[in-house]
């Protein structure tokens, strides 16, 4: 009976709390538990992660002193968590900076539309980086290609050289000539156009990063990690093309596939669909519809 008589009294108080909860209760809770899985979600895959646990780790102890009356280690862990903000902000600063500057942009998408750069031709754009990075890695000639997209990169322009060139294969493997001035740096691209080379990149401090990559790498896996940007990179020992994208490296591509990867990284086919009308996205279904059934009767 007792254990009957508490079990009701707890979900009575149970009913009340749910009965004051308001819409803006609900929203609090949202927006909390939004701002939890991001968090997360950024420093999942990051180094930022070990330094997390390390800070839970030390939460624990924390609980754990406190519990077990052990004076000095509490009295320690106390006085380290009182500057505990100012530490936190030094430790987490790369990563940090990252998050806001990724925040700025993600407001940005929806006020400058990617699908303004169609008129400077983006698949024309790609084709001719890819023709030219797939020279390049045949010949084992190093090169580091850089995608500016909302993030910008002013900073790393400003330690290269400004040459705003219309996009072409030969352009690109001209600059990374072996015995070109500027073919040791990064080659930025923005709005569509090689607008800067020769330009110094920011090195990754991630100590995850395999041995066998040198400076070249490290400096476009840095770049990601410190912008949006898309970053290609060319092994000037091997030959391999990788990518970079938000601190991860991807390698083996071929011409090909580097292609379609720009193209989903890059185009703008995602933003002209949500300006389609619904007669046009209906148009351009059964036209889909059609050419489908022709394709059948065909085989």
């Known amino acids: 009976m007792v ?20 819409f803006f209760d609900v929203l609090d809770i949202v927006c909390v538990a939004v701002i939890l899985y991001l968090l997360y979600k950024f420093i999942r895959d990051r180094r930022a992660g070990k330094l997390a646990l390390g800070v839970v780790l030390l939460l624990v102890m924390r609980a754990l002193s406190e519990l077990l009356d052990m004076y000095l280690l509490s009295y320690l862990l106390q006085s380290l968590f009182q500057v505990g903000i100012v530490i936190l902000v030094i430790l987490f600063q790369p990563e940090l900076r990252s998050a806001l500057e990724k925040m700025g942009a993600v407001p940005l998408k929806g006020i400058k539309s990617i699908g303004d750069t169609k008129h400077m031709g983006v698949e024309a754009m790609i084709d001719e980086v890819t023709s030219a990075v797939s020279d390049l890695a045949s010949t084992k000639t190093g090169a580091l290609i850089v995608f500016e997209r909302e993030t910008k990169l002013g900073d790393m322009i400003l330690t290269g050289t400004v040459i705003d060139a219309t996009p072409t294969s030969a352009m690109i493997r001209n600059i990374f000539f072996n015995k070109a001035p500027m073919h ?38 840095g770049m990601s990690e410190n912008s949006d940007a898309v970053v ?26 580097l292609k379609s ?13 949500e ?10 279904f059964f036209s889909r519809k059609e050419k489908k059934s022709d394709e059948e009767k065909g085989e």
């Not at 607008?195 to 040198?214: E, Q, R, T, V």
């Not at 990867?261 to 995602?270: C, G, P, Q, R």
């Not at 389609?276 to 209906?282: M, Y």
């Open 232 to 257: 290609i990179i060319v092994s000037e020992e091997t030959g391999i093309v990788s990518t970079a994208v938000e601190g991860r490296l991807v390698r083996g591509y071929r011409e090909e596939t």
């Open 184 to 221: 040791d740096g990064a080659l930025i691209i923005r709005n569509g156009r090689l607008h800067a080379a020769g330009c110094f990149l920011p090195l990754s401090s991630n100590p995850d990063i395999i041995k066998d990559l040198g400076t070249r790498h490290r400096a476009g896996i």
């Open 261 to 273: 990867f720009l193209m989903k990284e890059l185009s703008s086919e995602s933003g002209e669909a």
């Open 3 to 22: 254990v009957l008589s508490a079990f009701s009294d707890f979900m009575t108080d149970v009913l009340n709390i749910i009965k004051r909860i308001t």
């Open 275 to 284: 300006k389609l009308t619904v007669a046009q996205r209906i148009k351009r």
